[in-house]
């Protein structure tokens, strides 16, 4: 049971954990008061029924000593049901949280990117390559050039999948084009990019 212990990451399953520690606790008090009860010499026995009895708040003025032992062990019994229920529920919970924390903090883990490979071909209204236009990601240390061809490749780092960038294509003879893109995996390929003539 205390092994546990490791895979309690975050408060509802401290919780969960705490309430099913709790009913074991709870249970084996029941219990060991059943077992000396049982055990007890039947001229000790009458004592220990009758402080268990008040325990539980039943009236048994009008009954024999053999109707007392057995209403207290009947109770006893019911009470260590009882704790075996709230345990199992406990430790349902207990697991069911537990798988939710491991799956969310393995999700928080797959979400996070260390590089993302980003290029495209950019070309002018014509479709003529676009030589030494400036690629940059806003807020990021990202900046591609373009080569003869129109082409652009570089690698963005450390950024978390769902999130959205803004990517600046930037030369001095054509309007700078802004695009926002929002990152889903390792690559984005951004195909050919068109820049409009400064006139």
Same mark, same amino acid.
């Given at each position: ?5 490791? *895979? ?14 709790? @009913? ?11 077992? /000396?009860?049982?055990t007890a ?6 004592? /220990?029924?009758?402080? !268990?009895?008040?325990? *539980? %708040? ?10 007392? *032992? ?22 349902? +919970?207990?697991?069911?949280? !537990? ?33 030494? +236009? ?5 807020? %990021? ?14 690698? /963005? ?8 960038? /803004? ?6 003879d054509y ?10 995996? @390792?690559?984005?390929?951004? %195909? ?8």
């Open positions: 049971m205390w092994e546990s212990i490791k *895979y309690i990451t975050s408060g509802l399953t401290l919780v969960a954990f705490i309430v099913a520690v709790t @009913s074991i606790v709870i249970r084996e008090v029941i219990k060991n008061k059943k077992n /000396l009860i049982e010499p039947p001229e000790d026995r009458a004592p /220990l029924v009758e402080k !268990a009895l008040e325990q *539980y %708040h039943i009236e048994t003025a009008a009954l024999t000593k053999q109707q007392k *032992y057995n209403i207290i062990m009947e109770q006893i019994r019911s009470r260590v049901k009882k704790q075996k229920q709230y345990f199992r529920i406990g430790i349902f +919970a207990f697991v069911i949280l !537990a798988l939710i924390a491991v799956y969310a903090i393995r999700e928080a883990n797959d979400s996070t990117l260390e590089q993302v490979t980003i290029s495209g071909v950019v070309e002018d209204s014509s479709g003529n390559a676009i030589v030494g +236009a400036i690629v940059t990601v806003e807020a %990021h240390d990202f900046i591609a050039k373009t080569r003869s061809s129109g082409v652009f490749r570089d690698i /963005l780092y450390n950024v978390t999948k769902g999130d959205s960038i /803004l990517i600046n294509i930037m030369h001095e309007f700078i084009e802004p695009m926002n893109v929002t990152i889903r995996d @390792s690559s984005i390929e951004l %195909h050919i990019i068109r820049l409009r003539k400064i006139e």
